[in-house]
Nanobody, 124 residues
């Protein structure tokens, strides 16, 4: 059974940090592109970061570039999103997603598998 499970969300003050984890099971993570998306209340889901399967190239949305870092540990079947210098506008539910084909993309329709999401709230 294919499954993605996010963890690590929570409440943090502006300027703080969180590390999200996306644990994969039921498929070989090595062969999949993994992306993080987020969705704030009343807003569309948006791509945040993506890491490729073959060469670990990474991609970031302009809004998080320089503050967020995506990485993967295929042996642990886990992808991470280190989030630093958090801002109130980063508040959202964060989802990880996996796709087997194609380059990194922020098109949600390209992704085959999704986690259930983890809430991140940035507030003083």
């Amino acid at each position: 059974q294919v499954q993605l499970v996010e963890s690590g969300g929570g409440l943090v003050q502006p300027g703080g940090s969180l590390r999200l984890s996306c644990a994969a099971s039921g498929f070989t993570l090595d062969y999949y592109i993994i992306a993080w998306f987020r969705q704030a209340p009343g807003k569309e889901r948006e791509g945040v970061s993506c890491i490729s399967s073959s060469d670990d190239n990474t991609f970031y949305a302009d809004s998080v570039n320089g503050r967020f870092t995506i990485s993967r540990d295929n042996a642990k079947k886990t992808v991470y999103l280190q989030m630093n210098s958090l801002r109130p506008e980063d508040t959202a539910v964060y989802y990880c997603a996996a796709e087997a084909l194609g380059p990194c993309s922020f098109d949600a329709d390209e992704y085959d598998y999704w986690g259930q999401g983890t809430q991140v709230t940035v507030s003083s």
